[in-house]
């Protein structure tokens, strides 16, 4: 890693941190060897590290990154990366193959933001800048709204929990940023959007929940036919 460290740098040190991860991950498979694994680890974090530090800081889903390229790089690299390993892991250990596969939802994530904010910030203009902040709180309750819908549908606990998550977090935005920072056409259409993905996600989570609880009751038992009266004879035909 230090001979690495000395001979590149920027975005060939992340592609050269996320591809040396691959190669430990691979020998950890192979050799079940947990040192390897431990290797595989640390390269991804020195990776993703690396390129939320230089390539697109968190101030790129505001302003843009400075150069879009190699951001796109960085953080593909990070996420190609992530998901190799998760494949990788398979075998190893379950509960690990699950947490990258997270982190490599989330890399997908900010990386599709950043490309989402970047355009509008490189055209300038605080006007265009505060389009792409609304259209970023809308893509973030699309996304929470997407996966709450699989998770359902789906039955998978941990979708359900990313689509909350990515919920409250464009929730959050409106109200913390988007209400202060955004024009009044802006507010309203961020607002709007956002509220409508939660009261469509509210309502398809109670109808779902309602399902799985009919569904899960018990059948009735048939109702038996009423006993006759005492002292009443029954009748012959004939």
């Given at each position: ?117 970047a355009p ?20 973030w309750g ?48 961020s607002c ?47």
């Amino acid at each position: 890693a230090y001979l690495i460290s000395l001979a590149l740098d920027g975005t060939p040190l992340v592609v050269a941190y996320a591809a040396e991860a691959v190669v430990l991950a691979q020998a950890a498979r192979w050799f079940a060897d947990r040192t390897a694994r431990a290797g595989a680890l640390a390269f991804l974090g020195l990776a993703g590290a690396h390129a939320l530090v230089y390539e697109a800081p968190p101030s790129a889903l505001l302003h843009g990154p400075e150069a879009f390229v190699p951001a796109v790089v960085a953080l593909g690299a990070v996420g190609a990366a992530v998901v190799r390993c998760a494949r990788l892991e398979g075998e190893l250990e379950r509960g690990g193959r699950r947490t990258l596969e997270a982190l490599a939802a989330g890399v997908a994530l900010y990386l599709a933001s950043v490309a989402l904010v970047a355009p509008f910030a490189e055209a300038g203009g605080a006007l265009t800048g505060q389009q792409g902040q609304a259209l970023l709180s809308a893509f973030w309750g699309v996304c929470g709204f997407a996966a709450l819908w699989l998770g359902l549908t789906r039955k998978l606990r941990r979708l359900r929990l990313a689509g909350f998550a990515l919920l409250s977090l464009a929730l959050g935005k409106v109200f913390l940023y988007d209400l202060a920072a955004l024009d009044s056409g802006y507010r309203v259409g961020s607002c709007v959007a956002v509220g409508l993905l939660l009261l469509t996600a509210a309502y398809a989570y109670q109808r779902r929940r309602g399902d799985a609880t009919s569904a899960a009751m018990p059948p009735r038992a048939p109702r038996r036919g009423r006993p006759p009266r005492s002292g009443s004879a029954p009748t012959s035909a004939g």
